[in-house]
């Protein structure tokens, strides 16, 4: 694997517009004779390409390079309580292959990458391309994910010997830098960089079978002293069933408003209900129980967010993840409950909306942390190669 810099020619052609040495020289701050070598490196690598002569320009044609999308590969994907979105991207994003994995309930973070590896294998297979053409996997997974103990908590409690670094199950397949964070910090980037970009002050709020904020902050995505920071889930709502959480206190959020929340709500009633899938399809269908126990859920997420809105004044707060499908009534809770416990200048201009990207925005961030770390532009999420951790700039 090459190195990069932050001031790389690698960066400055990740927007897709071609540009000859002397661009690159101003853009980046090197001499011609450094912006060379370097393009000579990147062409070798097959990720720079030099297209036809540029007649832009008196005299003599000049040369003009840029970044070879479709020459590597980058592998992302989303983990969730029921469900698991593998696909593989090209070096901007663009998705070129995917597969939607159902996940048996209660399938711990060791199945779940494993799936993630076989997934990535067939996905190749089919492209007839080789794991030598990956540059790096990008990871969203539910829990919090420990910076320094490279450890991510499993989306369920279980002895400790069934934790695992999630870089040493992928490692085992894909030597390349492989990029974890909680799924709602993943998802926040790619919804940002996609729909939010002009925002410095926006939440990501996932519901699914866990609930957690990703956080960007003065443009800067937040992750906490320990990774934790948005694990919002387990904040205690005092004005609704006190249940037992999995995390072992009474009366969090996630025991409420998740998905698995709802479905234990709505089950003590009805039979129907097994599944988010089923919560999901009885709401969007118009069915008044379904629509009145979502719009509680809202309700109940919405006093936890007026707390985040005092603290952070964001711009928006966006709704993704699995119930974020329900739509209308579980905003209206929230708008509800967070307009009515905040002050006035912290909501005049507050957006409370779904996710542009609602199925894939993790799948896109997944891939753009990835894409940081290969251009060396500044990000801070947990990255590692070959086991070791890799020092990473502060920022998003």
């Not at 118009?286 to 711009?315: F, W």
Request: glycine share 10%; aromatic share 2%; with cysteine.
């Amino acid at each position: 694997m090459f190195e990069t810099e932050a001031d790389d020619v690698l960066g400055v052609l990740r927007d897709g517009r071609p540009r000859t040495k002397s661009e690159l020289a101003d853009e980046t701050g090197k001499v011609r004779s450094t912006v060379s070598l370097r393009l000579a490196e990147l062409i070798d690598a097959g990720l720079v390409t030099q297209l036809q002569e540029s007649a832009t320009t008196k005299g003599r044609p000049s040369a003009v390079f840029a970044l070879a999308t479709e020459s590597r590969l980058i592998g992302a994907a989303e983990l969730t309580g029921s469900t698991a979105i593998v696909a593989l991207t090209d070096l901007i994003g663009s998705i070129v292959a995917r597969r939607d994995l159902t996940v048996s309930e209660g399938a711990s973070l060791t199945e779940l990458l494993r799936l993630v590896a076989s997934a990535l294998h067939e996905m190749l297979a089919d492209l007839q391309r080789s794991v030598e053409d990956l540059v790096g996997i990008g990871v969203g997974v539910p829990g919090p994910v420990e910076p320094i103990e490279a450890a991510v908590e499993d989306a369920q409690p279980r002895a400790a010997t069934d934790r695992h670094p999630a870089i040493t199950l992928l490692q085992q397949d894909f030597s390349v830098p492989i990029i974890v964070d909680n799924e709602a910090n993943v998802a926040a980037v790619g919804e940002w960089v996609e729909s939010w970009a002009a925002e410095q002050n926006l939440v990501m709020v996932t519901v699914s079978a866990h609930i957690s904020a990703g956080i960007i902050a003065s443009g800067r995505l937040v992750r906490g002293a320990q990774g934790a920071a948005g694990d919002i889930g387990h904040v205690r709502v005092p004005d609704v069933e006190q249940r037992l959480c999995r995390c072992g206190q009474m009366g969090c959020l996630e025991t409420v408003a998740s998905g698995t929340g709802l479905v234990q709500t709505l089950s003590e009633a009805r039979s129907d209900v097994l599944t988010t899938n089923d919560l999901v399809d009885l709401a969007r269908s118009g069915d008044p129980e379904a629509g009145r126990a979502v719009r509680e859920a809202g309700r109940a997420l919405g006093s936890v967010l007026a707390g985040v809105v005092a603290i952070l004044n964001p711009a928006a707060i966006v709704l993704g993840g699995e119930v974020a499908q329900v739509g209308e009534p579980l905003l209206a809770g929230i708008r509800e409950a967070v307009y009515g416990r905040s002050q006035p200048l912290t909501t005049n201009s507050l957006k409370i909306v779904l996710a542009h990207n609602l199925e894939l925005a993790s799948i896109v961030g997944a891939s753009r942390l990835v894409q940081n770390h290969l251009f060396g532009l500044p990000q801070r999420p947990v990255v590692y190669y070959r086991g070791e951790p890799i020092p990473t700039r502060i920022g998003a």
